[in-house]
């Protein structure tokens, strides 16, 4: 009683107003999210980059309709990166980690999860070194 008396004096919302306030408002912010679009970032080791002689970073708008992997093809085509990460069919060729938030997404079917936030993805060459 005590509690609720402060909070109510100090302006603060229940726990119990607040779990209903979020639950009305996440689904809007996703929503937001899906209409305005994400920022999806590829950042491409320095070492690539001097092989290739491409610019280390692309960045543009996503959407969570897309998975990552489709993000990621969408945001390159048109690109040098394009053809230096996919083969003809699409896929990425062998010897690159697609890393975001310290997760390697090939190997734990990241890639085919939706974008829901703006992301930041790292591709480095197997062969980068220590």
Not at 47 to 68: F, K, P, Q, R, W
Not at 113 to 129: A, M, N, R, T
């Amino acid at each position: 009683m005590v509690a609720n008396a402060a909070l109510s004096r100090a302006g603060c919302i229940p726990s119990t107003c607040l779990s209903k306030i979020a639950s009305i408002i996440i689904p809007i912010m996703y929503s937001l999210n899906s209409f305005f679009g994400m920022q999806l970032s590829i950042q491409f080791h320095r070492a690539l980059c001097l092989e290739h002689g491409l610019e280390d970073l692309v960045e543009g708008e996503s959407n969570s309709d897309l998975t990552i992997l489709d993000g990621i093809k969408k945001l390159l085509s048109g690109t040098g990166w394009f053809s230096v990460i996919f083969d003809e069919s699409g896929n990425i060729r062998p010897g690159y980690l697609i890393i975001s938030d310290g997760v390697e997404l090939q190997s734990t079917g990241g890639l085919e999860k939706p974008i829901e936030s703006d992301l930041l993805v790292k591709i480095i060459p197997i062969y980068h070194g220590g």
